[in-house]
């Protein structure tokens, strides 16, 4: 089972796109740049870190030259790059916002990794620069770019299920690095929920297509602990969907890696466990006559995703989770914070229509038939 | 794998105590008096029914006289019974009390089928009816006689998952009979959560031995359904725990059998699933070092339990799960209750110490180490 | 999840076939005569025995009379007995061929357990002497009476898999009681081959429904430890079936309990693990789509067994299982200890046809569409 | 779980060893060449094919230059590269021993892909050449070098299984492709055995760290096929070990993708199913107690071996799997292909000792506690 797909031939570059990666972190560096190779249509034309070294080594490593990197402070000079034309948002949540701006104004389309920014005000405000610029804005939701979570909603959505009744998920991990910047609230903008349990939040309104009503959140902040001296632990939290569906999610910092996800429908139920993760998806479908685990072909999720991206701006095409996909999950977001600290229900705007908030398909749409 | 052990000698009878079954639907002929068969301390002595042709029937089958079926106007005649000593309650949820007061009355011990009755003020007279008798009240909730779920709790008591986060659970079955008993309110006192929801509720209890601090519940009942005309079809609802861990639930009639349970700490994850069923129980313990499932001796779970009030009954003892046991999952439900019609957060009285309602410990606790 | 079914009705005995069961072992205490109490079609009406305080507590428990028990000795007077249609021989093989012959002689149709005799030539004689008396003969092969085994067998046989190339099964368990009746050469007729392994063989005939054309096997009997002074401890076999498939197998006295079975075609694959056992079989149907767990109703296997042979008793028809083939897997037993012993491949006679020992198809059959 | 390790900085490769590929086909694309990346003390210096384009397009990715490409009548010319201090050779089974020598003959060290040759004769050949020449050959046995089936060689070891009694083990996929050179006799040496039955052979040799004293196969050529005009489609086999230890084993081109190896003893059970794979190897340890997949780290399998090979040149040892332990694979592998022409078992030389030609242990020994 050779997993690792063959290498693009460099001459196919001038058709496929090319990507300024910026911010070279642990997601950039050991997902990202090496997922890029396999894409169809995009390919990693420059860097952007504040870590020259590093950047070189990167570089070389991948066929690009020194002076396809640059530091922060020469940023627009990938204005003058034709072969550039998109960014791809890597940095500190709270840096989106500054970063997406600077890139709409260059002209550059522009991905941007998930939460799409730290507040639904500074989400939107994002979504406007994009707009007003004339470029396109992707939140880099990577799950609904995949055959197996799109497989998971096929067999939600197709009636097979029965009328789905409730949902339960689980996305917690230890972030045991009290210096992480995800445990700053001015640059994470909040904790466990915004990095991890905005996948249930996300995938939930994917599998469903639809927005929720109202939502319940509790949340615990130890007093004692000094990696939550700034954002939750955990937290627990309820959303109601049209038709008296609820969702009960879970998400920690202080739990062992955990992340799932279990819809159940009177006549079946559609469980991932696990969910959400780079690698190993696992889905199994039943119903009254068994268990079924489609199997998927291996592909490289990153690549997915940059693909897709790379198809919108070849096409002229609004993407699957365009920056209002982002901004959406940020209202909801707040709105769960102020559940929390308020202990009390929180309504949210009603909103008419399917997949109210997204674009073109992506590929793996109706690839794969869910139910066997 | 024989799973069905060797029968009873009867002459051992004498030294073992005998019940009479009050009610023979399915839980009684299919699971309690099959598996009485089994029991070390406890037989089936007689049989209360409505059907007296189905009395018959059974007592021929378990090596009976006709003479030791009851219809429910002679149950005092019981009273002259001295080879019953106790009565098992197996009768819908509403029935309870005047049936265990009955019993009491005779002076006979009473294990009575959970919920223990149909609310809190209700449940707290059954045991009040028992004490002021001077006979033993326990509510019959198997799960805590059960090996697998000691080891759960054991697992979860011995610090080595760390200390606890989150805890989620699921018990949710199709009840698609719309004039069964359980549908009905004054009958049954309420829909799954009395039903399955409870199972998830005290579990959870006893694995903590801890009791909630607050409560927040919502429930969905469809107007159009004529199944859930007077009870919910489902329920979401959120335990707060001391330490503030927060236990999620989802119970239904309304969605294919789902039975499980997790518990998420810091350094492990203890995973039941299925978790509650009268077979099949799969317990994982997952830390660091990697996933382990123990294996447990095949025993029949109520054989278990029969057994526990029958050494508690001849050793005067206070059983693991007595009537106070019940009284609380009745007060907590009925803030679930409370929550759900309100929208609001429903807090409980503090209760101190641990494992503030229970017994004698049963023969399941401590036999199995629980981390291999 | 309720698995034990609701109580014949004593009524209804007078359709239903009376069986006397010979010999109360492990496997009739446990199994068989709690089993027999779902059967729609027979009952047990008599109990044979040489140790009548156990017979007397069963008969008993079992709503029989005294009268009902009979030792050895007393065997003949069931000939007497009209309501006794049929014995069930459950005693050391090598009592088998007695027994049966005995009652063939009193005009009681027989269902003997596997293997059916010693050798292939007293389970010839069986054979003969039950068609000369005029009494049906059924060996008593669970799995082909289970909807598990008929989905695996369907699903072999239907094409889904492409042409089958390959078979693996394991069948071992600890014995580890020097003084077993099973480690006798001259009660037994052979090792864990004729007690176990003869599962692996007699399935995967059932699967293909075709014969095997030669054998080899090697067995390994250690001289130093006294279970297995006169028996194999291990055997390993190969089995070659028309087309080249070959079947690997593996039996053994001296291994955890270990039941598999696996068959491999080029397009798809079939695994049973655990196979064979009592409950809890696990069916995997695996192809280019995916990995498929049907569901079974549960159901007592050995109700399925009595209730077929009842059903041909009454229909007068040649059981699915006859004596025939008990003998054919003795013939091949017989070649895989010749084989063992010579170290040579031994070849076996050509059997034409599909099924060519069997008879009328049991309720099992085609009840469940094996592929989702 | 992110699973792409950091890249290593290229200027620590002064102290690593330097690589040349020889043969860029599907193992070296997808697998080696990625996986050396995470190589510690190994990296690729050169590359040798016969498609020039094809090795430039590999140059650019990783970061060589056009310099380090060379067709196979310039191989002699690595003879100057100092940098070059070992060649991988990926080719043809059929070419190995050519290749082989002539590295030699240049004094670097080399790494062989298995089977090492196409015959136990020629496979000596490349073992007397390399020991003439002064430098290290290394069988590329994948498996002995990852932390899993270390762990399930210790498992076997320790003795917590009890004595080991029987082994199963099946390896098998489907060869779809009449023209690929695996399928011709001259090129590859046989047919599933030495191509993916090697793995059952060698790991089983491996957990045991004995060697067989003798074997019995039977092979299966469909006539009609046009994939097996030359080599066998499947081949069954039974290696017999000291103490009476056998092992059944299944492999061939005609099946579903199969994966699995189970050693039975007396108190225990390893099972890895899938074993033998690049990723997702599943190992549980089955005793008494209970059922345990230990977790291991993500590591590049490739990595591994090349570290291994680099360490071993660096500090002059004898690699784990020298071109011995391929020789004796050979040696095996002659025999099962006489064993399946004549019909006979074939006798094998006894050889002492435990690992008899193996080296030095890899740094997977012992790092991983097998047993929870």
């Known amino acids: 089972m050779p997993q690792k797909p063959d290498l693009p031939l460099p001459q196919s570059e001038q058709r496929r796109v090319g990507y300024a990666i910026v911010g070279i972190g642990e997601l950039s560096s050991e997902e990202l740049i090496p997922g890029a190779r396999t894409s169809e249509h995009a390919y990693v034309a420059a860097l952007v870190t504040g870590d020259p070294e590093k950047g070189k080594a990167f570089a070389r490593a991948y066929d690009l030259t020194e ?7 020469r940023f627009e000079e990938l204005g003058q790059r034709e072969d550039v034309e998109a960014v791809y948002i890597v940095l500190p949540n709270s840096l989106h916002r500054e970063y997406v701006e600077r890139a709409a104004k260059m002209g550059k389309h522009v991905l941007c990794e998930k939460p799409l920014s730290v507040s639904a005000e500074d989400a939107q405000a ?6 007003e610029a004339g470029v396109l804005l992707m939140t880099a939701y990577r799950c609904q770019y995949t055959p197996e979570h799109w497989a998971a909603r096929d067999a939600v959505q197709d009636g097979k299920l029965g009328p789905v009744k409730l949902i339960d998920s689980i996305h917690g991990q230890v972030q045991d690095d009290p210096e992480a910047w995800r ?7 909040g904790g466990p929920l915004v990095d991890v349990g905005i996948y249930c939040l996300n995938t939930i309104r994917f599998l469903l297509g639809q927005e929720p009503e109202w939502v319940f959140a509790t ?4 007093q004692d602990d000094p990696r939550f001296k700034e954002v939750e632990e955990s937290m627990s939290f309820l959303l109601g969907f049209p038709g008296g569906i609820v969702a009960n999610c879970l998400t920690s910092y202080g739990t062992q890696k955990t992340a799932t996800l279990r819809v159940l429908g009177e006549q079946g139920t559609v469980l991932m466990d696990p969910a959400f993760t780079y690698q190993g998806l696992e889905l199994t479908l039943s119903d009254q006559q068994g268990d079924f685990q489609p199997k998927f072909p291996s592909e490289d999720q990153f690549s997915l995703e940059l693909d897709h991206f790379a198809q919108c701006i070849r096409e002229k095409k609004t993407p699957w989770t365009p920056g209002e996909e982002g901004v959406q999950d940020h209202r909801i977001m707040d709105a769960l914070y102020r559940s929390a600290r308020s202990g009390q229900v929180v309504k949210l705007e009603k909103v008419g229509g399917r997949d109210a908030f997204r674009g073109e398909k992506p590929r793996a749409a109706g690839r794969q038939s869910a139910w066997g």
Chains 1, 2, 3, 4 share one sequence.
């Open 219 to 222: 949340l615990h902040q130890p």
């Open 183 to 189: 445990l700053k609230r001015d640059l994470a903008g």
């Open 67 to 73: 002076q396809d990197v640059y530091p922060y402070d």
């Open 126 to 131: 994002m979504v406007d620069a994009c707009k």
